[in-house]
């Protein structure tokens, strides 16, 4: 069965730019989340998606936003870039929502604003 | 609000030696507690959860809820051990509302010496 996939690996931007990055499932699996990791912060969440519906959201401003469409797959969106979102960014799926309760992690997306 | 505490943030161990990576944790109710690991040049990915009780590569951890720890345990580390732990939480919500929300620790690097 193939992993969760990441599109682009990598990636560079300007401050004031947007970003979208693409996180495909595993195949059968309806829970999205992600997270973003940095040295200073660690992991931290971001939102999870499930069933196309956003269940859950971190301590992020609202430049960051996601959603999931109806065959699973998500997108996250950073509006107005700056220098501290450069990180490497999660994506996670899971089978749903109920125990046992494992995720799946993708390879990450890594991102540099300049 | 819960956290996830890993007070170190590098451990190095000679092969065959004992390795403890220490994980306390902040919540005022139920959690479920995780290890993942991150071997180099590898996503993240599983290593055991507290529900299971199993042992996993030889590594084994117990849910302390009096001293609030799920220290990672294993008698004799082998130099395949080399990577990085994190510790994460999942709040045990019965309204299904938090089943994504992951708190992961800072992680701790450890190194296991031949």
């Known amino acids: 069965k193939a992993g969760v996939t990441q599109t682009p690996r990598y990636l560079i931007k300007t401050r004031g730019q947007q970003v979208t990055l693409s996180c495909s499932p595993i195949?059968?699996?309806?829970?999205v989340s992600w997270y973003q990791q940095t040295p200073g912060q660690g992991l931290q969440f971001l939102f999870e998606y499930f069933s196309e519906t956003q269940r859950n959201k971190g301590n992020f401003p609202g430049r960051f936003s996601g959603r999931q469409f109806s065959n699973s797959r998500s997108e996250m969106n950073v509006s107005t870039l700056e220098l501290g979102d450069s990180a490497l960014y999660l994506c996670a799926s899971s089978l749903w929502q109920g125990p046992p309760y494992e995720q799946y992690f993708g390879p990450g997306t890594r991102l540099t604003v300049t | 609000a819960q956290r996830v505490t890993q007070p170190e943030k590098l451990l190095s161990v000679f092969k065959g030696a004992p390795v403890e990576l220490k994980c306390n944790y902040s919540?005022?109710?139920?959690?479920?507690l995780f290890w993942y690991v991150q071997y180099s040049r590898q996503r993240l990915q599983l290593l055991l959860r507290h529900i299971s009780r199993e042992s996993i590569k030889g590594f084994t951890a117990d849910l302390n809820k009096g001293e609030t720890s799920f220290h990672l345990k294993k008698p004799f580390a082998q130099e395949e051990d080399s990577a990085m732990y994190y510790c994460a939480l999942r709040p045990s919500n019965a309204g299904g509302t938090s089943y994504g929300k992951l708190t992961f620790g800072q992680g701790t690097i450890l190194t296991v010496h031949p």
């Open positions: 195949s059968g699996h309806r829970s």
């Open positions: 919540y005022s109710g139920s959690p479920e």
